[in-house]
Nanobody, 118 residues
Framework: QVQLVESGGGLVQAGGSLRLSCAAS????????MAWFRQAPGKEREFVAR????????AYADSAKGRFSISRDNAKITGYLQMNSLKPEDTAVYFC???????????WGQGTQVTVSS
């Protein structure tokens, strides 16, 4: 089992920045990748970014490219999502997800609220 705990959400003005963190515990060595998803009110959960835990290879949703950056700290077993140039449409609950099998996400955090005011 792996436990994921997000932190770093909050209220920020449009154009501002936030850095989300996702701390992994339990058996984090079983993870092959970590990703961030988000869910806005009344909308489905959507993919934001993903990073391979071993290689560091990254992938982004079009909405995140050029503004968001995903990274990980192997020593701290923590993933990060640096979000810059935030827009009101980025307002959502952001979830961290961990994948053992590259084709699916096995573990999820509880989510952290990000609110961007205009």
């Amino acid at each position: 089992q792996v436990q994921l705990v997000e932190s770093g959400g909050g209220l920020v003005q449009a154009g501002g920045s936030l850095r989300l963190s996702c701390a992994a515990s339990g058996r984090p060595s079983s993870l092959s990748a970590m990703a961030w998803f988000r869910q806005a009110p009344g909308k489905e959960r959507e993919f934001v970014a993903r990073i391979s835990w071993r290689s560091g290879l990254t992938a982004y949703a079009d909405s995140a490219k050029g503004r968001f950056s995903i990274s990980r700290d192997n020593a701290k077993i923590t993933g990060y999502l640096q979000m810059n140039s935030l827009k009101p449409e980025d307002t959502a609950v952001y979830f961290c997800a961990g994948a053992v099998n590259p084709s699916r996400y096995d573990y999820w955090g509880q989510g952290t609220q990000v609110t961007v005011s205009s």
